[in-house]
């Protein structure tokens, strides 16, 4: 059967700035039969992310992460549709996800790297799954359960950097539904900062790119900071660390700030940031991967906040798989709020 896919055409260097041609769509066959327990599958969305950048080097400085190989299919977070199964748990026309799903239109794959979704979870938003119902919610929603240390009634204030972002725009609603009485975003234009206060609820958002981060930070946050949930790493980090309370917690989730930058994940703090951090403020590295024993009850969590309209989600859904190496790249250079999503097929 003749497919198309997305391979890794070339490496940006590890302190490159990724483009979409690093990326190239080809044309490529698959076996016409599926073997025993495997499943063959139509690709419907797929995913975009920060991590990918990660990929793209020889060597992804990380032991959970594999890098992609020159002028080979590239993959990530998928949804697709079963059109033929030889597996047990699956059957034609279920639908399925993965987070190893390769970038092509139809596919063969071993039934043990799927998972089966529920539609109906997520009102037919079959994206979802990919973003506040998949990965990126239990992101945000596992980074602040297990470090962030939010107790109703304590009268918390939270920022969020990348406040825009998949992550951020949904860690921030669920600060205030989980307790913060004060969630305040850094977002990188006033369009974003906007979105963020009249549809998602944060009380303030500061627009890093103009005036002094530092001041409005301590004008928006009189009492101090009590969480931080750190998307992007770098100069944000260490002014929003500047002002963190005593017994206060930096959920350290991503530094996209230092991704195209040759340097150790996490990076250290500078030595200035270090010497304003207090000694009783937590900064644990998180990795939702690790817990993924609470990815089922977390789900439910986020489908049922979704459902109530507790938890808006905004995506971008760019069309067609010859497009994914553009809308990388415009996701890595801030995208538009939310999660950036490529639709395969209908
Ligand atoms: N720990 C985990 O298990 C885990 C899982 C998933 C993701 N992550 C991490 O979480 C972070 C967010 O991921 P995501 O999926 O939400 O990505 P995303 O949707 O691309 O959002 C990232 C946001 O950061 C902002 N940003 C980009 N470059 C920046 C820079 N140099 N300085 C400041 N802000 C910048 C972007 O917009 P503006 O600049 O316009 O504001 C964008 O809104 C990433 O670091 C990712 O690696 C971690």
Redesign the pocket.
């Known amino acids: 059967m003749i497919i198309q896919r997305v391979v890794l055409n070339s490496r940006p260097g590890k302190n490159g700035v990724p483009v979409a041609e690093n990326f190239r769509l080809e044309q490529s066959t698959i076996p016409d039969t599926v073997q025993e327990g495997q499943v063959r599958v139509r690709t419907l969305y797929l995913s975009v992310?920060?991590?990918m950048r990660c990929r793209m080097n020889e060597d992804t400085g990380s032991d959970y992460l594999l890098p992609w190989q020159l002028s080979e299919v590239a993959d990530g977070g998928g949804i697709g549709v079963v059109e033929e199964s030889k597996h047990n748990n699956f059957a034609k026309g279920d639908i399925v996800t993965s987070f190893n799903w390769p970038w092509q239109t139809v596919a063969i794959l071993d039934g043990s790297l799927l998972q089966k979704v529920v539609p109906q979870l997520v009102n037919g938003r079959l994206s979802y799954f990919l973003g506040a119902a998949g990965?990126?919610g239990l992101?945000a929603l596992l980074?602040i359960r297990e470090k962030g240390h939010v107790t109703v009634g304590a009268n918390q204030t939270m920022v969020v950097?990348?406040?825009?972002?998949?992550?951020?725009s949904l860690a921030g609603q669920i600060g205030h539904l989980d307790g913060c009485s004060k969630v305040v975003g850094i977002?990188?234009?006033d369009e974003?900062c906007s979105i963020l206060v009249s549809e998602m609820g944060f009380d303030a958002a500061i627009n890093?790119k103009k005036g002094n981060v530092a001041q409005q930070l301590r004008e928006l946050c009189p009492g101090g900071v009590d969480v931080y949930f750190d998307?992007?790493g770098?100069e944000?980090s260490d002014t929003v660390i500047s002002q963190m309370n005593q017994n206060s917690h930096i959920i350290l989730?991503?530094?996209?700030?230092q991704y195209n930058k040759d340097v150790p994940y996490p990076p250290p703090l500078p030595p200035d940031t270090e010497k304003y951090r207090k000694k009783e403020t937590s900064q644990e590295r998180?990795?939702?991967?690790n817990y993924m024993d609470k990815q089922e009850a977390s789900v439910l969590q986020l489908c049922q906040w979704i459902q109530e309209g507790k938890l808006k989600v905004r995506e971008t859904v760019v069309e067609g798989l010859e497009n994914i190496g553009a809308a990388f790249q415009s996701?890595?250079n801030?995208?538009n709020?939310?999660?950036?999503i490529v639709l395969v097929s209908k």
């Open positions: 992310d920060p991590y990965l990126t992101t980074g950097s990348g406040a825009a972002g998949a992550c951020g977002a990188g234009t974003k890093y998307n992007v770098g944000i989730c991503g530094q996209i700030s998180f990795l939702v991967l996701m890595m801030g995208g709020i939310g999660k950036q």
